[in-house]
C-alpha cells in the first residue's frame, strides 16, 4: 500500500494502517530468483532500438492462451509496426507451446521483434526504448510499471488483475484496456488499435511519468512510506523490548 496511490482506500480502514510500499526490489541486485532463466540477450536487443519504441509483452507465471489466441496476439503485434519484446513462457498455452510454430514466427518478424521465454522485466521496465507494458496486471507487474512510469495496455487474465487494471485506466488514468470481441478473442486490429491510441496520447504518458515522481517519492528519505517504515520498524522494536524475558 502507499498513501499517494491508494489515499482513498486507506482512510475507509478502521483503523490507522502503515503504508510503506511501493516494495519494489533494485534492479542491481544480482541474487534475484526467478522461475525460468532470464534471457539477457533482450537486453542487448534493447539497446540497439530507438528511445521509446518498443512494446514489451508480458503475462507473468500463469496466464495461458489456447493456440488460436497466441496467434492473434502474434498477428496483433506484427500488425503494430513496431518494435516488441515478448516473453512467451513454456507453458503459455495449455498444451505448451508449439516449438515450431515459434521458430517459425521469430524468422517471420526478424530483427523487428524478440520472442523470449523469460525476461529480466525490472530492467526491461528502466530502459529507455521501452515506450509501454502490454500486460495481464497482476500486482506485482503493475508497481514495476508504475515506478519506472511506463504506460499501460491491459489485459487482466483472473482474480485481482481486474481491480489492478481499473486502477490503472480508471483511477490513475496511465494505460488503455484491450477488449475482446464477442467471441471472447482479442483480435489483431485490436491489438493495433489500441497500441496506437496509447503511444499517440501524451497526457497518458505523462501521468505515467507522474505516478512514478510520487510512488518514488514516497519511498525516499523523508517520504510518507519510508516513514510508515521507520515507524513499523520501532512498533517492532518496542514490542520485543516489552516481550523480553527477564533473565
Known amino acids: 500500500c502507499n498513501n499517494e496511490l491508494e489515499s482513498e482506500a486507506l482512510a475507509l480502514l478502521p483503523k490507522e494502517a502503515l503504508a510503506v510500499g511501493p516494495l519494489v526490489v533494485s534492479t542491481t541486485l544480482t541474487s534475484d530468483i526467478h522461475f525460468w532463466s532470464q534471457d539477457l540477450a533482450s537486453l542487448a536487443w534493447l539497446d540497439a532500438q530507438a528511445p521509446s519504441s518498443v512494446v514489451y509483452v508480458a503475462f507473468g507465471s500463469y496466464t495461458v492462451f489456447d493456440a488460436a489466441r497466441l496467434q492473434e496476439l502474434a498477428d496483433g503485434l506484427v500488425l503494430t509496426g513496431r518494435p516488441f519484446l515478448w516473453v512467451v513462457r513454456p507453458n ?81 488514468g496511465t494505460g488503455v484496456k484491450i477488449r475482446a470481441d464477442e467471441q471472447g478473442v482479442v483480435t489483431k486490429e485490436e491489438i493495433r488499435g489500441k497500441v496506437d491510441r496509447l503511444l499517440g496520447d501524451e497526457g497518458i504518458k505523462a501521468r505515467a511519468l507522474s505516478l512514478k515522481s510520487r510512488a518514488c517519492a514516497s519511498v525516499a528519505d523523508g517520504g510518507p512510506s519510508h516513514q510508515d517504515l521507520l515507524k513499523l520498524v520501532n512498533l517492532l522494536r518496542e514490542h520485543v523490548m516489552d516481550n523480553r524475558p527477564d533473565c
Open 92 to 172: 503459455s498455452t495449455s498444451g505448451g507451446v508449439d516449438e515450431g510454430w515459434l521458430d517459425e514466427f521469430r524468422r517471420r518478424v526478424g530483427g523487428k521483434g524478440m520472442v523470449v521465454g523469460w525476461a529480466p522485466q525490472r530492467r526491461v521496465l528502466s530502459h529507455p526504448s521501452v515506450a509501454c507494458f502490454l500486460s495481464h496486471c497482476g500486482w506485482n507487474s503493475t508497481i514495476e510499471g508504475v515506478c519506472h512510469g511506463v504506460p499501460f495496455l491491459c489485459l487482466p487474465y483472473f482474480a485481482d488483475q481486474f481491480l489492478n487494471q481499473n486502477y490503472i485506466c480508471d483511477v490513475w
